[in-house]
């Protein structure tokens, strides 16, 4: 993954850490988005198409809304391992300006030598509070949405 993107010139850029994550996200999230859309009965996208809706029309506004807790679930899944991604901000990011929390702490406040433990605990809470007010938010629709992936019934 270095060596093509170094061929196409987008290390140490924003566009080129969120290509990087998306490589690594995608794929997981489509296998767990196919397990919620084969929970859907296929009798109702046919009597949707008897009754004349098309394609589109089916997948937006009958099959979307039945999956909306399964895409909400891997939503926040997706976010959480973004924001918690090391390897690929620590490999891909030089400059300081551009770099991920979780690398500018490593790099900036924990040393060989000395550590300064209340810098690192301070902007590690401030560095949670996104990710709990968002799990705080959805966690009716995380739950909802876990649990149905798991059951085929």
Known sequence: LYAIMGRL???NTRGGLIFALLATQVPF??????????????DIEEAAFVD??????????????LVKSGLLAVGIYAFLMTWDDYLHAATLIQSDELRTLSVGIA???????????SLVN?????????VVLL?????????KGLVAGAVKG
């Open 107 to 117: 790099l900036r406040y924990l040393g060989e030598l000395s550590y300064d433990w």
């Open 122 to 130: 301070a902007i590690s809470i401030i560095g949670t509070i996104p």
């Open 9 to 11: 010139g987008i290390i």
């Open 135 to 143: 799990f705080f938010f959805f966690q009716k629709y995380m739950i």
């Open 29 to 42: 999230c489509i296998i767990l988005m196919a397990s919620f859309f084969a929970n859907i009965p296929r």
């Open 52 to 65: 004349g809706a098309g394609r589109w029309r089916i997948l937006f506004t009958i099959v979307t809304p």
